[in-house]
């Protein structure tokens, strides 16, 4: 193996106290010289200079480095319990404090990133969007068209659609153990879809290659059939699945896909460029 420990971190607080710590000691020397010339040169000078020098080493500050050891302990403490940033472990807690030097944060796309955590944040649908915090409403429509009350061009039916495309349209296989159902995807943004589905009422029961199953809200099991499905690549940036509803026989062809693709693909709609102009901005990852 040619590996090496890696080497103690030492931050610009501790080499700035190193430095002080050298010139104030050079001064203490040269403030005890001054006093033995002031005094008289004679055989015993440098007996003096030492009885100089230890009557002004309390002018160096060798109490300081404890204090700030103990400072920087309690400041990792203090960052490991800290709400705001939950789950933070400090590796180092020797520089602590260079967080407070710092002004500019960069980071290159998300291979840096030690977790990808993907959450759905926002939908719209043409006249209407639902954020984050409107999301029960979601699952309200989403009731109200599987009732079979509502007509099919209600606004409640296309929100059902909407949500059932999102369902339908992914690469996720649920996996349970001991009890609890988990999501197993390439890509933590469908496993992100397929959560965000379950949560206003439409969850994936089971997926083989030939079948999807969803369960809704209300307990009513939907079954469809997968036809053909077409994968995700890096040249055509989406994906597709002809599915079959075993309910009502109808057949549907979904996609998905990054907006710069199915943007020229879909019907033209003035909103769909500034909406994920604005999404985009947000921060948020835009299909």
Known sequence: MNTTPPDSKVGLLDLEVNNLTKILFLFVVVLASVMVAMKGVDSNWYRYLMRFVLLFSYIIPISLRVNLDMAKLFYAWQIGRDRHIP?????????????????????????????????????????????????????????????????????????QTAVEAIALCHNVTPIEENGKVSYQAASPDEVALVQWTESV????????????????????????????????????????????????????????????????????????????????REGSSVQ
Request: glycine share 6%; net charge negative; hydrophobic share 35%.
């Open 201 to 280: 009422g439409v969850r994936l029961a089971q997926r083989d290659l030939q079948s999807i199953q969803l369960q809704l809200s209300n307990g009513e099991t939907r079954c469809f059939q997968i036809l053909h499905l077409f994968p995700f690549t890096s040249e055509t940036k989406r994906m597709g699945i002809i599915v079959k509803d075993e309910t009502t026989d109808e057949i549907s062809l979904l996609m998905k896909g990054a907006d710069t693709v199915m943007s020229s693909m879909v019907q033209y709609n003035d909103w769909l460029e500034e909406e994920c102009s604005n999404m985009a």
């Open 87 to 159: 789950e933070t472990v400090v590796r180092s807690s020797t520089i602590p404090e260079e967080l407070g030097r710092i002004s500019f944060l960069l980071s290159d796309k998300t291979g840096t990133l030690t977790m990808n955590e993907m959450r759905f944040k926002k939908i719209h649908l043409g006249t209407v969007s639902f954020s984050s915090d409107a999301f029960e409403d979601v699952s309200r429509h989403v009731i109200s068209a599987y009732s079979g009350k509502l007509g099919r061009h209600s606004f409640s039916s296309k929100v």
